[in-house]
C-alpha cells in the first residue's frame, strides 16, 4: 500500500530523515512514535504528499506519487489520501455536514452523491443529530469525530493522523482510538497514525520507532483494540 525507500529530507542544514525504509500494508493501523525531533511528521507529510523528500521513492497503492506533476499530485491527494490533525481545523462558520462534503466538492462530485456519503459517515460517528452544528457548538470530541469523517468523505485508501487524540479528554480519546479500528473493519483504510500516546501505540497493528530520522525498531501489537476493549470491561470494580 505505501511503500518508501531511502527517503531523506533536510530543512537547509538540518536532515530531519536520514535514509528511511518502509512498508505499510494494506488494511494496517500503524503507528510512529519516537521523540520530539526524531522527524515524525516530517515523515507523514511526506506519506500524504505535502513534502517533497531530498532523495528516494515514495509509492502509494502502486502509484510513484513523486512522478506526478503538481496538478496531479493535488487529484491524487484529495481522491486517495484523507487527513486527521491533533486539531480538527474545521471551517468555523460551515456545520458539521458541510465541513465533510468538502474534499468532496474539491472532487467535483455529484452534489446528491457527496450528500449521501456525508451523512452515512454521521450515522457511523453517531453524530446525525449534529449534522447542523457548528464547530462551536460541538465538544471536542465531536469536532474529531467530524474531522474523522471529513477525512473518509472521498473514500481515499490512506488516513494519515497526527496526534489526533493530543488534544482529547481520557474518555474521548479511548472512544477515538477505537474508532479507528471500526473504520478499518468497516472501510478497509489504512491507517498511519503519529503518536506520543502510549495506549494508542499499543493496540495498533504495527509500531514504527523513529529516532534521529531513522526507523530503529519495529514491533507487532500483542493486543487488539478489542481485545483492550474487553479487558477493560473484566476488570473488576472497587469502591
Known amino acids: 500500500m505505501i511503500e518508501l525507500q531511502g527517503i531523506h529530507k533536510s530543512f537547509g542544514s538540518l536532515e530531519v530523515l536520514s535514509g528511511i525504509d ?4 494494506k488494511g494496517e493501523v500503524v503507528s510512529i512514535v519516537g521523540p520530539s525531533g526524531a522527524g515524525k511528521t516530517t515523515l507523514l507529510q511526506i506519506m500524504g504528499t505535502l513534502y517533497r523528500p531530498d532523495g528516494g521513492n ?4 502502486g502509484q510513484n506519487v513523486l512522478k506526478l506533476n503538481r496538478r496531479q499530485l493535488a487529484r491524487f491527494r ?11 481545523q474545521l471551517l468555523p462558520e460551515f ?3 458541510e465541513n465533510i462534503m468538502i474534499p468532496g466538492l ?7 452523491e457527496i450528500h449521501r456519503r456525508a451523512d452515512e459517515l454521521l450515522e457511523f460517528m453517531g453524530l446525525t443529530d449534529r449534522a447542523r452544528h457548528k464547530p462551536a457548538q460541538l465538544s471536542g470530541g465531536e469536532k474529531q469525530r467530524v474531522a474523522v469523517a471529513r477525512a473518509l468523505m472521498n473514500e481515499p485508501a490512506v488516513v494519515l493522523a497526527d496526534e489526533p487524540s ?7 480519546k479511548a472512544e477515538l482510538h477505537r474508532l479507528f479500528f471500526d473504520l ?3 472501510y478497509g483504510q ?14 495498533t497493528d504495527r509500531t514504527i520507532h523513529l529516532a534521529d530520522g531513522r526507523v530503529v525498531d519495529e514491533e507487532l501489537s500483542l493486543i487488539t483494540a478489542t481485545e483492550e476493549t474487553s479487558a477493560e470491561k473484566d476488570e473488576p470494580e472497587y469502591d
Open 190 to 203: 489504512t491507517f498511519v497514525i503519529v503518536t506520543h500516546d502510549e495506549e494508542l501505540a499499543r493496540i
Open 58 to 61: 515514495l509509492v502509494i497503492d
Open 184 to 186: 478499518r473493519d468497516k
Open 22 to 25: 518502509l512498508k505499510i500494508n
Open 95 to 97: 456545520t458539521a455536514l
Open 106 to 112: 474539491i472532487a467535483r462530485r455529484p452534489k446528491s
Open 78 to 88: 484529495n481522491e486517495n489520501i484523507g487527513f486527521v490533525f491533533q486539531f480538527h
Open 166 to 172: 493530543g488534544s482529547l479528554d481520557s474518555h474521548n
